[in-house]
Nanobody, 127 residues
Framework: QVQLVESGGGSVQPGGSLTLTCTAVGQFIMNDAIGWFRQAPGMEREGVSCISANGEYKYYGYSMEGRFTIERDNDKNTVSLQMSDLTDKDTAIYYC????????????????????WGQGTQVTVSS
């Protein structure tokens, strides 16, 4: 079974940037869509972004559009999330997750559609 490992989290000042990486171990993910979710204290886990298996389709949450960029490298079995212009509202634990083939324009943010999750990485935006 594939294991997903997030990395790249840390602390950054408002307006700063971070790049998160999701690395798949034990199985190639070239046929799977990968999503990023985040969960702030006391809040529900929310969809951040999703990229389709071939990288053609990308979706973003409303507040992430224009600031976050999702990419994948199937040769390296990784998916990255570049985050810029960060605010304190972006503070959360960020998780990557896997679902078969497609993100789905109207379903990519459904947590229940993802079959495998990473352990998460903390992102803290603070001055």
């Amino acid at each position: 079974q594939v294991q997903l490992v997030e990395s790249g989290g840390g602390s950054v000042q408002p307006g700063g940037s971070l790049t998160l990486t999701c690395t798949a171990v034990g199985q190639f993910i070239m046929n799977d869509a990968i999503g990023w979710f985040r969960q702030a204290p006391g809040m529900e886990r929310e969809g951040v972004s999703c990229i389709s298996a071939n990288g053609e389709y990308k979706y973003y949450g409303y507040s992430m559009e224009g600031r976050f960029t999702i990419e994948r490298d199937n040769d390296k079995n990784t998916v990255s999330l570049q985050m810029s212009d960060l605010t304190d509202k972006d503070t959360a634990i960020y998780y990557c997750a896997l679902r078969p083939f497609r993100c789905g324009m109207n379903t990519w943010f459904r947590r229940g559609d993802y079959v495998q999750w990473g352990q998460g990485t903390q992102v803290t935006v603070s001055s």
